[in-house]
């Protein structure tokens, strides 16, 4: 430590932060925290979107009400991508500084990603029949979307065939990582063999969209972002949680008053 | 065509995805707590050489 | 034996590793014509299963075609690194002291060698069964040469992650394919553009630019795929 008392005390402890996170018993503690906080942003911004968008805005010049299912498929659609980004390089990281913490952090992260891929491809089906006519096109973004689940169903597939749990996410991490690079020659490809739908990714009524229309739609793809970030941290600890069931550290945290939040599990 | 089923429907339908979601890993977490309290009580206090390493 | 000792130059190691796994495939012979079997079955269930209307065919035919050379190409990916597994000789390969990635290298090429080219030479029989106008045919055949390699590169990254898995065949498929749809969609593409007189040098084009992508990236996820799997 002694090299460290030139750099700046800020630094040092960002850096010591991310070192801390790497350690499971302070990962665990410190998410166990922050997870409430998360569910009530998430909460909050939701119900208000949602409001927003069901009843307020005004009613599209070409769709009619229908667009209001805009305000849930285009952000599960974001999340669905931007979470297997993520997960990416979470599985990068876990590869190449073999941290086990990110490898947990990238498992935990798949389900997610593919609920909302899943949710994307629903309501992007629903938001067809009245718009297009049909539940189905194969236009390139709902194709786009059906491939990115096929990723994610390999990447769970992967870590759920593996015995050992770190060998299983390395594993799936690579597949992750194999499957990032494809995705643009992916979308690429999918969106050339097809151009039926439009590709603008905020309107899909062009240039009618105003204020009224987009507020909604910026508060729940911010909103989704919280639930994310509360249903991994979550899912993280549940993981630890399983695999070290019997380390000593386990027992020590859970005995923790209500911090954790765990102790009602406890006392049931 | 009356758009209202098809906005209710997909909102219902997400609601539900997002739920199951969510609810999951509370499930398991709650049998992996009753695993550690089993644990707990069936032996009191093994003193076997735990792994305490933080890993 | 002395090939495949560190003291051996990388381009030894490589070759005899190649005639290793040709020699070991031509020692089961009927065991190389599954694939093609297997992929003559499938190209004729289509005009069984739609009709024999030339029209229809010709107009699904690069599709089909090609369909039927992914799904085997993924029958055929399984044996890729499964029997040496087995045997305990991956492991071997994994302490030879020779880079892996050239390891798995030789061994897509072989598989390729056994397994894609025949596929290649056997497509003209095909396309004549699904009705590919004449003029399509060298395009086909072109694109069928060009990709089934990038099939065997991609495929075997999918093949060392798996290798180690009881049931890892059937996962084998789902995970290669979203990885093989860009492929699907060029070379058909490129097909159907030679059916309607269009220009499709773009298209080969694209495929050749996939294969030397995959040819230079591949083998090293291959060999990190087989490094996690042999852990």
Redesign the interface.
């Known amino acids: 430590m002694s090299s460290k008392q030139n750099i700046k005390p800020r630094k040092n402890a960002l850096v010591l932060f991310f070192h801390k996170m790497g350690?499971?018993?302070w990962f665990f503690a410190f998410a166990g925290k922050l997870i409430p906080w998360l569910w009530a942003v998430f909460a909050g911004l939701a119900a208000w979107g949602?409001y927003l968008g069901?009843f307020r805005a005004p009613p599209d010049y070409l769709q009619?009400?229908?667009f209001?299912?805009m305000y849930?498929?285009v952000p599960?659609a974001w999340m669905s991508m931007l979470i297997y980004g993520l997960m990416a390089v979470m599985g990068f990281i876990a590869?190449v500084w073999r941290v086990?913490v990110m490898e947990i952090l990238a498992m935990s992260s798949a389900?997610?990603g593919a609920?909302f891929t899943?949710?994307a491809l629903?309501?992007g089906s629903?938001?067809g029949?009245?718009t297009w006519g049909t539940y189905w096109v194969w236009d390139a973004r709902l194709t786009s979307e059906l491939?990115?689940l096929?990723?994610y169903?390999?990447v769970m597939?992967?870590y759920s065939?593996?015995d050992e749990p770190r060998?299983a996410a390395?594993?799936a991490c690579?597949?992750a990582?194999?499957?990032l690079?494809?995705l643009p020659?992916?979308h690429?490809?999918?969106k050339?063999?097809n151009t039926l739908h439009q590709d603008s990714s905020i309107g899909i009524t062009g240039s009618h969209i105003h204020i009224s229309m987009l507020w909604p739609l910026l508060i729940m793809t911010v909103a989704t972002k919280f639930?994310y970030a509360?249903?991994l941290l979550?899912?993280a600890?549940?993981m630890l949680?399983?695999q070290d069931?019997?380390?000593?550290?386990?027992?020590d945290a859970?005995k923790l008053n209500d911090d954790s939040g765990?102790n009602q599990?406890?006392t049931? | 065509m009356n758009h209202a089923p098809f906005i209710w429907s997909s909102y219902i339908v997400s609601a539900l995805i997002l739920l199951w979601t969510a609810i999951a890993p509370l499930l398991k977490q709650h049998s992996a707590l009753r695993n550690i309290r089993l644990l707990e009580q069936n032996k009191p206090d093994p003193g076997e050489p735990q792994d305490d390493t933080n890993t | 034996m002395n090939e495949l000792t560190h003291t051996a130059s990388i381009p030894r190691a490589f070759f005899a590793l190649l005639r290793r796994d040709l020699l070991l495939a031509f020692r089961r012979r009927t065991e190389l014509l599954y694939p093609l079997m297997f992929l003559l079955v499938v190209v004729s269930l289509f005009p069984l299963g739609i009709g024999p209307g030339p029209a229809l065919l010709a107009r699904i035919a690069p599709g089909v075609l090609w369909i039927a050379a992914l799904l085997a190409t993924v029958i055929s990916l399984d044996s890729l690194f499964r029997s040496d597994f087995e045997d305990g000789t991956l492991e071997q390969y994994l302490i030879s002291g020779h880079p892996l990635t050239l390891i798995a290298l030789a061994k897509t090429l072989a598989h390729w060698l056994v397994a894609g080219l025949p596929l290649v030479l056997l497509s003209p029989l095909l396309a004549i069964w699904m009705n590919l106008p004449t003029r399509a045919m060298g395009v086909m055949v072109a694109t069928l040469a060009l990709a089934t390699p990038i099939l065997s590169l991609i495929g075997a990254i999918g093949v060392g992650l798996t290798v180690s898995l009881r049931r890892g065949g059937q996962l084998l498929s789902l995970l290669v394919f979203p990885l093989y749809v860009p492929v699907l969609i060029i070379a058909t593409g490129g097909i159907m553009a030679a059916v309607d007189d269009l220009p499709y040098q773009a298209f080969l084009g694209l495929l050749l630019a996939g294969l030397i992508t995959s040819l230079t990236l591949a083998p090293f996820a291959t060999a990190a795929a087989l490094k996690i799997s042999l852990s």
């Open positions: 350690s499971p018993p949602l069901l009619g009400e229908s209001r299912i849930i498929h599960a590869l086990r389900p997610v609920a899943l949710a629903i309501t629903l938001w029949r009245p491939v990115l096929f990723l169903l390999g597939g992967l065939a593996h060998k390395r594993a690579l597949l990582l194999v499957g690079v494809n020659i992916i690429f490809s999918v050339w063999w639930y509360a249903n979550t899912r600890r549940v949680l399983q069931l019997r380390k000593g550290w386990i027992r859970v765990l599990g406890i049931q």
